[in-house]
C-alpha cells in the first residue's frame, strides 16, 4: 500500500503553529513603537490597518518560503523534524503559494500607502526570502537575519511619511546590532545541528565562548544607537529609562549566557519582554511626554 499524500495545506489548528505566531511579539512591538513614533501619535485607522497588514504580511512570506527552502534541513534536525513540511504532513506546494500570496498582499498594502513604500517593497521582500539560503553560504547568514528585523523602523517611517529621516538610521542600526545579538543567542541553540549539517553561523565560526561574548557587545551598540535616535528625534525622557530597564535587564541575563553559552532558552525567552518594554518607553513618551 502506498504511503498517503501530504495534506495540500495545515488544518485550521496547526496554521499558527506552521507561521509560528507566537513569535510575533519579537518584532511587532517594535512595529508598532516606530509607527507611533513615525505618526507622532496615534496614525490614522487607514495607516494602522495598512501597515499592520504589511508587516503580517511580509513575515508570513518570509517564515513560509524560509519553512519551503529549509523542509529538507528541518527534517534531519531534532528540534525542527516535526515541522509540518519536514515531516511530510503538509505539501511543500501549500509554503511555497503561501509565501506568494502574502508577497502579493505586501504589494498591494504597500501600493496603498504611497509610492516609495510600493517602489521598495520587492527589496524588502527580497530581503525576507533572501536570509533563507545566507546559512548555506555565509558566517554573516546571523547578521542577515539582524538586517530583517532592522529594515523594520525604515519601512514604518516610509509607510507613514513616504521618505526616510537620515535620524532613523540610527534605529536601523540599532536593531541590526539587536537583531543579530538575538539570532547569535538563537544560533547557539543550533550550534551542535548546524555543525552536522555543515550550515554556518556566527557560533559555528566563532566557537559558543566567543559567540557568547558577542551578545553584549551587540546589545551595548544597539542601546547605544537607539539612544542617539532618540536624541536626534528629541524624544521624552520615558523613552530613556525603557531604554535604561532595557539595557539591566539584557545585563543580567548576558552575563550569564557568557557563563553558560549552551543556556539560551532564558535569554531567547528575555527578547519578548525587552520589546514590550521599548513598546512601552514609546508609548510614554509619546502620550505622556515629561520634559528632561
Given at each position: ?62 517564515h ?9 534541513l528541518?527534517a ?5 523534524e ?5 515531516s511530510?504532513?503538509?505539501?511543500p506546494?501549500f509554503?511555497?503559494g ?36 545566507t ?10 537575519l539582524?538586517?530583517?528585523e532592522a ?19 540610527l ?8 537583531g ?29 565562548e ?63 519582554a ?19
Open positions: 500500500m502506498s504511503a498517503p499524500s501530504p495534506a495540500t495545506a495545515p488544518p485550521p489548528r496547526e496554521l499558527g503553529r506552521f507561521l509560528e505566531i507566537q513569535n510575533l511579539g519579537l518584532n511587532l512591538p517594535f512595529a508598532l513603537a516606530f509607527l507611533l513614533l513615525a505618526a507622532n501619535g496615534l496614525p490614522s485607522l487607514w495607516t494602522l490597518f495598512l501597515v499592520v497588514v504589511a508587516f503580517v504580511a511580509a513575515r508570513n512570506a518570509g513560509s518560503f524560509n519553512r519551503w527552502a529549509d523542509r529538507a528541518d534531519r534536525n531534532p528540534r525542527t516535526g515541522r509540518l513540511l519536514a511530510g504532513r503538509v505539501a506546494a509554503a511555497l503561501f509565501a506568494a500570496a502574502n508577497g502579493a498582499v505586501l504589494l498591494v498594502a504597500a501600493y496603498l500607502l504611497n509610492p516609495l513604500a510600493f517602489v521598495l517593497a520587492p527589496v524588502a521582500l527580497a530581503i525576507v526570502f533572501g536570509y533563507s539560503y546559512k548555506r553560504v555565509t558566517t554573516f547568514t546571523t547578521a542577515f539582524g538586517l530583517v529594515i523594520t523602523p525604515a519601512a514604518v517611517f516610509i509607510a507613514v511619511e513616504g521618505t526616510l529621516p537620515p535620524s532613523v538610521l534605529a536601523v542600526g540599532g536593531l541590526l546590532a539587536w543579530t545579538a538575538f539570532e547569535t543567542i538563537h544560533s547557539l541553540g543550533d550550534l551542535a545541528s548546524d555543525r552536522a549539517l555543515g550550515l554556518f553561523s556566527v557560533p559555528v565560526r566563532l566557537g559558543p566567543r559567540s557568547a561574548r558577542l551578545v553584549p557587545a551587540l546589545h551595548a551598540v544597539a542601546l547605544a544607537l537607539l539612544a542617539a535616535f532618540g536624541v536626534a528625534r528629541g524624544l521624552a525622557v520615558e523613552y530613556y529609562v525603557a531604554l535604561a530597564a532595557m539595557a539591566a535587564i539584557a545585563a543580567t541575563t548576558d552575563r550569564a549566557l557568557v557563563r553558560d553559552p549552551g543556556a539560551t532558552r532564558v535569554p531567547f525567552e528575555r527578547h519578548f525587552l520589546g514590550a518594554i521599548f513598546l512601552v518607553g514609546v508609548v510614554a513618551a509619546v502620550f505622556f511626554p515629561l520634559a528632561l
